[in-house]
């Protein structure tokens, strides 16, 4: 009998080749799955999945993890404010850890002797892979023909032809990689230290050129409307916002960054949804929230993200941080107004029943209700104690 590998399969070249190499060379037993998070059409995933017979595999399965990316990653991504070097929204570190993980459950069900991806050896995707894959499925072989082979594109093509495959080999000039919660885009521009991508590069052309003001609705932390218009389920109100967003070139950058390996690489993305629902739910988060949870919180965002994106979503300490955000969020509802415009946008305000700058305290800068004069001197007196014995100290020389 035949030994089972389940193989993570986009229907691209790589995937394309696993394929046939796993069943004409090694003789497996491939059963291929595709984890939808957000970046394919139903067409397109019909497409796949006849590709995928039609190359000889024994099942394929396609999973609909849109919502559970969601629920198991994006949810605390955007408690946590998360934004890798203060640029990135995490949009394909993220994604192939979701994927990661429902291959390995997949690989688990069919009780499969090996999985497989289709990763290089070149960048961050194989660590993470191989990362879940390891700590998942510790008995299971890990095979990874495209890394192990060091295989060309060009030899990859000219095997694919010999053995009669019949798909599109044009390479695109730029590759693009769509899911919920953002779209990467890599071309020429980003292999260098400097150049930016071409306005025909971006997958989502700037249609929209008048200015537009939203309302975005929250409930303990999550967006849960959109211009007063609700949804079943946060996935909705990201994607509805992006067809609004999207079309006015927001949240397009280029992140340089530190990868897993050790190198330095740059990508380009956009992520119009991403980027507006970040900074609305950050700006409502300093009206409602103390300073200690936002210090807090800040601390805990940088360590999240950068061990998110190393592929260390299953470390315990994860559960531990997720359960801070979840605490942190019991107040973070309210609306939030954005202004949108052409490539930009900007939080013109809050309302939230929480909201800490309540008029009935004072108002910043010109009165207060809650204290004297008399109780500052005090406070300040007390508070600045500690700095002014060290600087009396320090002046008398004599340490008495």
């Given amino acids: 009998m035949s030994k089972k590998v389940v193989l993570g399969f986009s229907g691209g070249l790589d995937t394309t080749f696993c394929v046939k190499y796993f069943t004409e060379e090694m003789g497996y037993e491939v059963h291929s799955v595709i984890v939808n998070t957000g970046g394919f059409t139903l067409d397109e995933l019909k497409h796949i999945e006849a590709h995928a017979y039609i190359l ?5 399965t396609t999973v609909d993890a849109v919502k559970s990316y969601y629920d198991r990653i994006i949810k605390y991504l955007i408690y946590g404010n998360v934004l890798k070097n203060n640029t990135y929204p995490l ?9 990661a993980l429902f291959i390995a459950e997949h690989a688990k069900a069919l009780n499969a002797e090996a999985v497989a991806h289709g990763s290089t050896g070149a960048g961050n995707d194989q660590v993470r892979f191989d990362m879940v894959f390891n700590i998942m499925l510790p008995n299971v072989e890990i095979i990874t023909p495209i890394r192990d082979l060091k295989l060309s594109r060009e030899a990859e093509i000219a095997y694919l032809k010999k053995k009669g495959v019949d798909m599109d080999f044009a390479k695109s000039q730029y590759s693009i990689n769509k899911g919920l919660w953002g779209t990467s885009v890599g071309g020429k521009e980003t292999l260098n230290s400097n150049g930016m991508l071409p306005e025909e590069a971006w997958p989502t052309q700037v249609t929209a050129t008048d200015s537009k003001n939203i309302e975005l609705g929250f409930e303990k932390g999550e967006m849960v409307s959109v211009d007063n218009k609700k949804f079943t389920h946060p996935t909705e109100a990201i994607q509805y916002l ?8 927001i949240g397009r950058d280029i992140h340089v960054g530190d990868t897993i390996i050790g190198i330095k690489g ?5 992520a119009a949804a991403p980027m507006v629902i970040l900074k609305a739910h950050h700006a409502l988060e300093k009206h409602v929230l103390t300073k200690c949870q936002l210090n807090w919180k800040d601390q805990l965002a940088l360590f999240y993200g950068n061990w998110l994106h190393e592929g260390q979503i299953l470390d315990p300490v994860m559960r531990d941080i997720e359960s801070f955000f979840i605490s942190s969020q019991q107040n973070v509802s309210g609306k939030v107004f954005v202004q949108l415009m052409p ?5 013109t305000g809050i309302e939230s029943a929480y909201d800490l700058m309540s008029s009935k305290f004072g108002k910043y800068g010109e009165m207060n209700n809650g204290w004297t004069g008399e109780d500052v001197r005090g406070f300040t007196k007390i508070f600045g104690n500690q700095t002014m014995i060290y600087h009396q100290v320090k002046e008398s020389g004599d340490g008495k």
């Fill in 343 to 347: 490539y930009r946008f900007q939080v």
């Fill in 91 to 99: 949009s394909v570190s993220a994604e192939r850890i979701s994927q």
């Fill in 242 to 249: 992006q067809s609004i967003a999207g079309p006015y070139g």
């Fill in 266 to 270: 740059r990508v380009g993305f956009e």
């Fill in 56 to 60: 000889g595999v024994k099942t394929h």
